[in-house]
């Protein structure tokens, strides 16, 4: 079956550390995006990638960087300079980033802790 | 700022009522709108999407758009327990999916 893979489910970062999120997808969806969800607020766009070896931030990509160095993969590393990292990532991919095809497909999240 | 704005809730209906959701926006150039359900602790769901307006059905689900209000809204007829979640209203502003902006979800309750 075709979905959005992401892993871990569950990670604890200590001060001053980087940790990577995974995501992989096998819908052939050329658009990639992260999210970050804090309880009580809508999702936040992170970063996006329309196409392989390009990506753009989103409206909080400070202290987030990532990469699109194949099609079906757009890793998010959550550096120390986020000071406040605690939240639940979401990966979305959509066919393309134009309208008309109809919204995104999510992959499980990951939620992140600061210990 | 553009705005996606959704009660909060938690709106509480009796089994096999009609639960009805609401939602504005404040960009009048805004083209497509989705409506996702996100069960506690898990991700989103896209479960209807409108481009035009008037209403669309799917089961037992129906979207209505009204751009010259700026709302959409979203009916569940005949509601059960496995719809209580939360409800997000997503607006995509533009004709590029990196100008999506999601509201910050309804609350629903459907009682036994």
């Known amino acids: 079956d075709g979905g959005i893979t992401q892993s871990p489910k569950y990670l604890f970062r200590k001060e001053g550390q980087n940790v990577t999120l995974s995501c992989e997808q096998n819908?052939?969806?050329?658009?990639m995006y992260w999210y970050r969800q804090d309880p009580g607020q809508g999702l936040r766009l992170i970063y996006y990638?329309?196409?392989?070896?390009?990506?753009q931030k989103g409206d909080i990509a400070e202290g987030y960087s990532v990469s699109r160095e194949k099609k079906e993969s757009f890793p998010l590393t959550v550096t120390s300079a986020q000071k406040n990292p605690t939240a639940f990532y979401l990966c979305?991919?959509?066919?393309?980033?134009?309208?008309?095809?109809?919204?995104?497909?999510f992959g499980s999240g990951t939620r992140l802790t600061v210990v | 700022q553009k705005e996606v704005e959704q009660n909060s809730g938690p709106l509480s209906v009796p089994e096999g009522a009609i639960a009805s959701l609401n939602c504005t926006y404040s960009?009048?150039?805004?083209?497509?709108f989705f409506w996702y359900r996100q069960y506690s602790g898990k991700s989103p769901e896209l479960i209807m999407f409108i481009y035009s307006n008037g209403d669309k059905e799917d089961g037992r689900f129906t979207a209505q758009l009204n751009k010259a209000s700026q709302y959409v809204s979203l009916l569940i007829r005949d509601s059960q327990p496995s719809d209580s979640a939360t409800y997000l209203c997503?607006?995509?502003?533009?004709?590029?999916?990196?100008?999506?902006?999601f509201g910050p979800g309804t609350s629903l309750s459907v009682i036994p």
């Open positions: 819908l052939n969806h050329d658009a």
């Open positions: 990638s329309q196409i392989v070896n390009d990506f």
């Open positions: 997503a607006v995509n502003i533009g004709t590029s999916y990196d100008k999506v902006i």
């Open positions: 960009d009048r150039g805004s083209q497509s």
């Open positions: 979305a991919s959509s066919i393309s980033a134009t309208r008309g095809d109809g919204g995104y497909t």
